[in-house]
């Protein structure tokens, strides 16, 4: 089973996240997982994949321009039915991940897709609307590398639900 994540990133935090999230899934039995940057998604990969993670840096606590961009045109990619998550990285520990994340899953339930992020469910780490990574740009308490568990975990919960739901 394909599972595709899908990302924008300037500065390669969002990518290093999308990536640890495509490990997790990996991790699982029978599952396939590849990270896309918003300008060179494999549009075949994505649309035999039962289920699409998006994910974001923060940007004024909203997702980047582009990704608002990329996100209006991802009606032709299929995305009804599929298994959708969504994840963001910030400079901020407060700096808006969540309401990044919230307008993600805004989208793609628009899509028809069925949004999952395991939620309190499956205990610690408990990841409620998805994962958030917190950089080391202006916090010297954080780096983003403090945050990889968090991704590979909803990875791996992410690809198992996507096999309960859809077989292998
Ligand atoms: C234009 C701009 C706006 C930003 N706005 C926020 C923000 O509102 N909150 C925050 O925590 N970080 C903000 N950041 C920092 C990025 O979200 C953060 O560094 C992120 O990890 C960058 O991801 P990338 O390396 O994948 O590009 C902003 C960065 C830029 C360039």
Wanted: a negative charge; hydrophobic letters at 45%.
């Amino acid at each position: 089973m394909k599972l595709a994540v899908i990302y924008d990133s300037k500065t390669g935090n969002t990518r290093q996240a999308a990536e640890w999230i495509a490990a997790g899934m990996t991790g699982v039995e029978g599952v396939e997982a590849s990270a896309f940057a918003i300008d060179a998604v494999d549009e075949a990969f994505v649309k035999e994949s039962r289920g699409v993670v998006i994910g974001s840096p923060a940007y004024a606590a909203l997702m980047t321009p582009d990704m608002r961009a990329w996100l209006m045109g991802a009606g032709r990619l299929g995305l009804a039915g599929k298994l959708g998550g969504a994840f963001a990285t910030e400079q901020y520990t407060h700096g808006g991940g969540e309401m990044v994340i919230q307008s993600i899953l805004t989208n793609e339930l628009v899509f028809g897709m069925l949004c999952y992020s395991g939620g309190g469910s499956c205990g610690r780490p408990v990841i409620h609307m998805g994962p958030i990574g917190v950089n080391g740009n202006v916090e010297a308490h954080n780096r983003l590398e403090n945050y990889e568990e968090y991704f590979r975990v909803f990875g791996e919960r992410f690809a198992a639900k996507a096999k309960e739901l859809f077989g292998a």
